[in-house]
């Protein structure tokens, strides 16, 4: 199986940049299409932004179009998320996963290996 890292996360004003980094070991990342999810207090989680095996492919979510982008580097085993123009209400836990099957996918339980998460705190 393959085990997940996120880093990057941190406390920033609105507008501003971060990009999140996913590790992973233990396997290949390239055998997995990746997603982005996010959590804020109270809230379920939520998805964010998905990526093909190959990174040819790519879906967001519409509070993600214009200001994320998702992105791989296989030979890395890193997946990333970048993230402009940052909003207080993008405020959240955002965690990577890894999903086995074929096709991008925006439901939580269609992904198979999760990171622990890195917290995101947007200021306004």
């Known amino acids: 199986q393959v085990q997940l890292v996120e880093s990057g996360g941190g406390l920033v004003q609105a507008g501003d940049s971060l990009r999140l980094s996913c590790a992973a070991s233990g396997r290949t990342l390239s055998g997995y299409a990746m997603g982005w999810f996010r959590q804020a207090p109270g809230k379920e989680r939520e998805f964010v932004a998905a990526?093909?095996?190959?990174?040819?492919?790519?879906y967001y979510a519409d509070s993600a179009k214009g200001r994320f982008t998702i992105s791989r580097d296989n030979a890395k085993n890193t997946a990333y998320l970048q993230m402009n123009s940052l909003k207080p209400e993008d405020t959240a836990v955002y965690y990577c996963?890894?999903?086995?099957?074929?096709?991008?996918?925006?439901?939580?339980?269609?992904?198979?290996?999760w990171g622990q998460g890195t917290q995101v705190t947007v200021s306004s």
């Open positions: 990526i093909s095996r190959s990174g040819g492919y790519t």
């Open positions: 996963a890894a999903r086995v099957g074929v096709g991008l996918a925006t439901i939580s339980s269609q992904y198979d290996y």
